[in-house]
């Protein structure tokens, strides 16, 4: 069974930084995407980023492009989101997500996503 566990959440100002992390447990993560959504009160949850674990390659939403870094270590299960530049509307509950089959061509999809973590909250002040 595969296991993500958020951390890093917290409160923080307009125009800072934060550093989320998601621990994966279970499986052999070699051929998953790994991506971050979050959920924005009385919003539905979006795609953040993402990461192909084999290549490494990115992707990310026009709204945080720019401005957020996903990375993975690949030797750790450990994914990565590095936040700069936090907005207001920025404020979300962040989650980590696994999707062991592992297409380009899905990989902003929220359905295509089998594992999901408890999520960390996030809070931009202005």
């Known amino acids: 069974q595969v296991q993500l566990v958020e951390s890093g959440g917290g409160l923080v100002q307009a125009g800072g930084s934060l550093r989320l992390s998601c621990a994966a447990s279970?499986?052999?993560?070699?051929?998953?995407?790994m991506a971050w959504f979050r959920q924005a009160p009385g919003k539905e949850r979006e795609f953040v980023a993402a990461?192909?674990?084999?290549?490494?390659?990115?992707y990310y939403s026009d709204a945080v492009k720019g401005r957020f870094t996903i990375s993975g270590n690949n030797a750790k299960n450990m994914v990565y989101l590095q936040m700069d530049s936090l907005k207001p509307e920025d404020t979300a509950v962040y989650y980590c997500?696994?999707?062991?089959?592992?297409?380009?061509?899905?990989?902003?999809?929220?359905?295509?996503?089998?594992?999901w973590g408890q999520g960390t909250r996030v809070t931009v002040s202005s």
């Open positions: 997500a696994a999707d062991r089959v592992g297409l380009l061509s899905t990989l902003r999809l929220l359905a295509t996503y089998d594992y």
């Open positions: 990461i192909r674990w084999s290549g490494g390659d990115t």
């Open positions: 279970g499986r052999t993560f070699s051929s998953y995407n």
